[in-house]
């Protein structure tokens, strides 16, 4: 068929679309006219997109490539048969038929070119249905995201599509950046590599947060990536990357985050964290010349409960915790571990065995923690030099990333590898990241180039 008759079967179904639309107006309820011309003429639109797509698909004539074909690597291959496959699509269901060839000293000895040429998935639907169907599944607990895409699309995807989709696609970003990823041999010859850009302030904080799986309960290690000004402050949308094997992935994870975020070139880099040892094994390997600090505000909750600890009177509490933030804040790290040791002296060690809330074993527990992180609390020095020193970044994470999707009830329980796959999806969301990751933004040129 020539092109010419294609467009005159478009246009006239395209009429009788029309023509059915303004038919079917007579018999709208009078109140509600708008909500029904609505989404019939939303439905009218896909029918006529479907009928589109599938012309454009029938000029392509199966992707037949003559009798005997030689593929790029010289192999020869013979036309077998027509294969035809229903496929689900944004705008509803199409045919594909595609030329099958046979090689018999292939493996396999089949091979369908045009379903590649197309980018066909394997599956039932095409690989903009499942895009849309990961979406649907990393922002929205499944049942629930289905409701809007079966609405919008006519389509009617299961729980069980959802899921399986999501962790594939989740399953492949991971896969992807790692494989993306060009390591020099050693950490100091990573940092070597790079050359620092002029001017350029970034900041890498990183932090846990629990996630319920059917196993156990496991923490998930989320990291953020982000500019800041003169004043600490976050100037350019955050970049997350985050995982439940952080022995395994998390630093190669964190670093893809600083070459996209530039921080592996940054002139100043700070490295954010709430205090716990992997936070600074981490950076030691990853970033050594970073700029390493303490979450000021974890610092400060610590005072807090260990003023209500040490003073059974809430006034008397507060006012101790106050005095003592206001001089760390002031950069008197020193002066603090000093008035501990004072309170220790007199209050003596905890017992063997004694509750995590009993006042000696805070204060012995508090005592080690500014101990062993007193040179990343010089915040005087900090804030002079406009770096920020809270972790509010990462940890609003952990919430919109991990909690919002992964923890809405108590019950909620995830296997490992879904869970692992949701992370990597949520991220690349939060990022802001989706198209870039996957290719679409180029995809999407050629998409509004039309509409132009």
Aim: aromatic share 10%; with cysteine; net charge positive.
């Amino acid at each position: 068929m020539e092109m010419a008759e294609y467009q005159e079967q478009i246009v006239a179904k395209f009429v009788a679309i029309v023509e059915g639309f303004f038919a079917a107006a007579q018999q709208w309820p009078k109140q509600e006219r708008l909500y029904v011309a609505e989404h019939s003429a939303r439905r009218a639109g896909q029918q006529l997109a479907c009928l589109l797509l599938q012309a454009w698909l029938d000029t392509l004539h199966a992707g037949h490539r003559g009798h005997r074909w030689v593929d790029e690597d010289g192999r020869e291959w013979t036309f077998k048969q027509y294969l035809t496959r229903l496929v689900e699509t944004v705008v509803g269901m199409v045919e594909i038929r595609a030329a099958q060839y046979y090689s018999p000293d292939s493996v396999p000895r089949t091979t369908v070119p045009h379903y590649e040429a197309l980018g066909v998935p394997s599956g039932r639907y095409s690989r903009a249905m499942e895009e849309l169907i990961a979406l649907a599944g990393a922002n929205d607990v499944y049942r629930e995201g289905l409701v809007l895409l079966n609405r919008l699309t006519g389509a009617d995807v299961s729980v069980h599509k959802a899921e399986t989709t999501t962790a594939a696609w989740g399953t492949k970003a991971k896969e992807q950046v790692k494989a993306q990823l060009q390591r020099p041999e050693s950490p100091v010859e990573r940092i070597a590599a790079t050359r620092p850009i002029a001017g350029l302030r970034e900041c890498i904080t990183v932090d846990g947060v629990s996630v319920h799986t059917t196993e156990r309960w496991r923490e998930a290690k989320l990291a953020a990536g982000y500019a800041f000004d003169g004043e600490g402050r976050k100037k350019a949308p955050a970049l997350y990357a985050g995982t439940l094997h952080y022995a395994e992935d998390f630093g190669d994870l964190v670093w893809d985050v600083m070459e996209k975020s530039r921080a592996s070139r940054a002139e100043e880099l700070v490295w954010l964290g709430d205090g716990a040892l992997w936070v600074w094994n981490l950076q030691q390997t990853l970033a050594p010349h970073a700029v390493a600090i303490v979450d000021f505000y974890h610092a400060h909750e610590r005072l807090g409960i260990l003023g209500r600890g040490l003073y059974p009177r809430p006034q008397a509490a507060r006012r101790w915790s106050r005095t003592w933030t206001k001089n760390l804040y002031l950069g008197k790290v020193r002066a603090l571990i000093r008035e501990l040791e004072r309170h220790q002296a007199i209050r003596g060690d905890p017992p063997k065995g004694c509750r995590d809330d009993e006042p000696r074993k805070l204060l012995a527990d508090a005592h080690s923690y500014f101990v062993h992180n007193a040179d990343r609390m010089h915040y005087d020095a900090y804030r002079a030099k406009g770096y920020p020193i809270g972790s509010g970044v990462v940890e609003s994470s952990c919430r919109h990333i991990v909690g919002l999707r992964m923890k809405r009830t108590a019950t909620m329980a995830w296997t490992e590898a879904n869970a692992e796959a949701m992370i990597q999806l949520r991220c690349l969301c939060a990022s802001g990241e989706w198209d870039r990751f996957w290719g679409f933004d180029k995809l999407w040129r050629h998409v509004n180039a039309l509409a132009a």
